[in-house]
């Protein structure tokens, strides 16, 4: 609440009834006064901006950096009379290096020691980033902070992006990073087998009769094929030797696919689990597996230094897609 309307909270008020005159002096007490002339309805020995009747350690003034500015005291969590020999705002008591200031990093900031200094031994950060090397997987190489791990204190670079399983998706895009995408035209951009694509998406055409032949293939829908060696295709019960009773559906290249459906009517399906359903040929457009990845090293050609020759993964500078020799 604010009686007064002087945008003064009551609680830091000290004249909750009158409003602060706001001129320049002593106008944060909440009291109308005259510049000049002391307010004695809110001392302030120390002189931190926080009345007596408010601070905490009213003798020993705030230090405003951020840590508990409101309650007059020095940068402690729990207030004693002691002193700051580093000047670091962490008072001596609490301090686990009184002697070192804290570097305020928002890395451990509250124990009053610079980040080179853990449980209070002396620790190198030979790279400079912060972490001691004792807790530096890298402590030769600074950390990126980027938000990608930062915190092992190795450099990370989001050019780097693998493909574990070669198959042109990168890791990051990837809904299968281990198990390559066969690019048959079923949900091709996940990354997955069609193994894992059938799960969820598998469609089966309307089989009426339930003779196994697609209504779309069979000629006769309501009655089912009996399967008897003879024109077994057709989807119609019949007598052997007999002429089939059947509509004549042709099929010029012979590939299963009549020719009213079949998008290449003179060249056969080649059956390769790749767009069979359309009737023309085609091959398995593998490059578009490794479109990304030449020389299939699982370092994208973006970043690869060598997109044509494998890096050999020898333990040195295996990063870079080069060989090394």
């Not at 399967?227 to 290249?253: H, Q």
Request: aromatic fraction near 8%.
């Amino acid at each position: 609440p604010d009686a007064d309307g002087d945008r003064i909270e009551d609680r830091r008020d000290s004249c909750i009834d009158e409003p602060e005159n706001y001129n320049g002096y002593l106008d944060w007490d909440g009291c109308p006064d005259v510049k000049g002339v002391a307010n004695p309805a809110a001392p302030d020995v120390d002189f931190d901006g926080v009345p007596d009747h408010l601070d905490k350690c009213p003798s020993i003034a705030e230090r405003y950096n951020g840590f508990q500015d409101d309650d007059g005291c020095p940068d402690s969590q729990e207030y004693e009379s002691f002193g700051d020999v580093d000047f670091d705002g962490v008072i001596d008591n609490v301090d686990e290096c009184p002697f070192a200031r804290e570097t305020y990093n928002r890395i451990q900031d509250e124990d009053g020691c610079p980040d080179t200094v853990f449980d209070n031994r002396l620790a190198f950060d030979s790279d400079g980033d912060g972490m001691s090397d004792n807790v530096d997987l890298c402590p030769n190489q600074p950390e990126t902070f980027n938000g990608v791990d930062d915190k092992d204190g190795c450099p990370d670079s989001l050019g780097l992006i693998l493909d574990s399983d070669s198959d042109g998706i990168t890791n990051d895009l990837d809904s299968c990073p281990l198990e390559s995408e066969v690019y048959n035209g079923l949900d091709d951009a996940d990354g997955c087998p069609d193994k894992a694509d059938l799960k969820t998406n598998q469609y089966s055409f309307p089989d009426t009769d339930g003779d196994r032949i697609e209504d779309r293939r069979d000629s006769c829908i309501d009655e089912p094929e009996n399967y008897n060696g003879y024109l077994d295709w057709d989807g119609c019960p019949d007598v052997r030797g007999a002429e089939s009773t059947a509509p004549t559906r042709f099929d010029a290249d012979n590939d299963g696919h009549y020719d009213h459906e079949d998008v290449c009517p003179t060249s056969p399906e080649t059956w390769n689990k790749f767009r069979d359903s359309d009737g023309c040929p085609d091959t398995i457009p593998e490059q578009r597996r490794f479109i990304h990845d030449d020389d299939l090293d699982r370092i994208l050609n973006s970043v690869d230094l060598c997109p044509t020759e494998p890096e050999d993964y020898d333990g040195d500078a295996d990063s870079d897609g080069c060989p090394d020799s």
